[in-house]
């Protein structure tokens, strides 16, 4: 649980939103949890496939007792799934780190955020989304059938923009490859209206993935280091060390640290834990 007015060394890790729900504020019980199933179940989905089913040559009886079994079958694996969250209170992205790892976790939420922002740009209700959902109505899409929706919504915009920062910083040895092979696959659609921006620092890996297999031109490769960006990133320094109050007590170090940061940032800045070393 957090404490108020204690800092978290990283709050992407945890934070109030993905604090588990204390004992106190857990008050739901068995009747909250079947309305909640009930509600996702009688649902339009659900009558237009009671009517496709009949159309299909079942009766009324046939009909309603597959629909029956259908939610039935999948209400198992769905309390299983459920129930870390309902015993500890730990959220959802929480509990995937269990899978995925820690920042493993963040590719598949890269890909339901992408998908759901091109879809919040139609105005056809969300209906590849609702699609998808009803395919993995109490599970969550792997990641083949999110890359396939998300290609589906891009073709259906003239022009769409992603932008991907800091890809460096994607553990080299854990989850980076898996970041790397979304942008290929990506690449791979070949789709004339889509832009992708991606910022990184010049690291050998990324850098072979770029020229092999997204075939990435030199035109393509902007670098980022110049005395411009020197200037911004040694402005941001200067402006970081004076306002963060954990840093105070080491003012008299304060021009090396500029310096040292402005010198070797190597055209990225990085303060992430910055704050942290210095204890």
């Known amino acids: 649980m957090l404490t108020p007015g204690v800092a978290v060394a990283d709050p992407s890790l945890s934070n109030a939103d993905l604090a588990p729900t204390t004992a106190a504020n857990r008050t739901w019980g068995t009747y909250n949890y079947i309305a909640l199933w009930f509600s996702m ?103 083949q059938d999110l890359e396939d929706c998300m290609h589906q919504l891009v073709r259906a915009f003239e022009h769409v923009y992603i932008i991907l920062d800091a890809l460096d910083e994607s553990p080299r040895n854990k989850h ?30 990324i850098r072979d993935v770029l020229r092999d297999e997204l075939y990435a031109s030199l035109d393509e490769i902007v670098s980022m280091k110049n005395d411009s960006v020197r200037s911004d990133i040694a402005s941001f320094v200067s402006c970081y060390l004076k306002d963060s109050r954990g840093l105070q007590r080491w003012g008299k170090y304060h021009d090396q640290i500029e310096k040292a940061l402005t010198e070797r940032a190597n055209g990225v800045c990085v303060l992430r834990f910055l704050s942290r070393e210095f204890y």
């Not at 493993?104 to 105005?123: K, T």
Request: hydrophobic letters at 50%; charged letters at 15%; one cysteine or more.
């Open 176 to 205: 980076r490859w898996g970041v790397l092979k979304t942008l290929v696959i990506i690449r791979e659609w070949s789709e004339p209206g889509l832009h992708l921006l991606v910022t990184s620092r010049d690291e050998t890996d």
């Open 41 to 143: 179940s009688m649902e339009v989905t659900t009558y237009m496939l009671a009517s496709s089913l009949i159309a299909g040559g079942m009766n009324w009886k046939q009909a309603l007792f597959t629909i029956l079994m259908g939610n039935l079958i999948v209400l198992l694996p769905m309390l299983l799934n459920a129930h870390a969250g309902a015993k500890y209170g730990i959220p959802f992205p929480v509990f995937v780190r269990a899978s995925f790892g820690a920042l493993g976790a963040n590719i598949p939420a890269m890909l339901r955020a992408l998908v759901l922002q091109l879809s919040s740009q139609l105005n056809d209700n969300h209906a590849l989304l609702s699609r998808l959902y009803d395919c993995y109505r109490n599970a969550t899409p792997p990641d």
